[in-house]
């Protein structure tokens, strides 16, 4: 099982994406105001077929969850897709990475191992000496206790992420 974090749209087009390749799905978003949208089987953007899929998989191989605990408990893999803006110095601001790092950290039970894949856009080098650092720092030793690993979104066909 897959638990997919942040539902714009990498996420949302990514666990839909999974879902329809028959993985069982969980999506968590802090945004109650998009959970509550894509619940009705509203998707806010435009995206060929996804609002088709939403009402196809929700519920039954997408579940959007409110109990992170237990989606992370099911789940051997986690996609982060939570927004990196760009500072006005031109760096990519970390931070909705590392709260989601934290709050899905803190639902791993060890000796679980998950293995933490990062599609969010980051510059080069960012996951080794940015993430896993901070990853370890919450005091879940990469290679051994968590998995890290980066997944850049292309949204190309064929993607992970891709339906078509
Ligand atoms: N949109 C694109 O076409 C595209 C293409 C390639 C790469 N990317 C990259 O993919 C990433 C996501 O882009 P997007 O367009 O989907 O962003 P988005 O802003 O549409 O979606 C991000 C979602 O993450 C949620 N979020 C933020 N913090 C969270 C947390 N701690 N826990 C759970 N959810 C949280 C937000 O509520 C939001 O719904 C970015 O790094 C972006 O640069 C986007």
Redesign the pocket.
Known sequence: MITV????????TTALGFSDKDYLVYG????QD?TERLRKGMVP?YEPYLDEKLNQYMNNRFHIVDDLKDAIDKSEIVFF?????SQADGSADLS?IF??AK?VTECITKPQFKVLVI????PPATTSECINPYIESLGFKVDEDVGLTNN????GRGMPGAIL
């Open positions: 974090i942040g539902l714009g749209f990498v996420g949302l968590y978003d802090t945004s998009k953007f897709c939570v927004g990196t803006p909705y709260d989601a709050s599609k969010s856009s980051v850049p979104e292309f949204c």
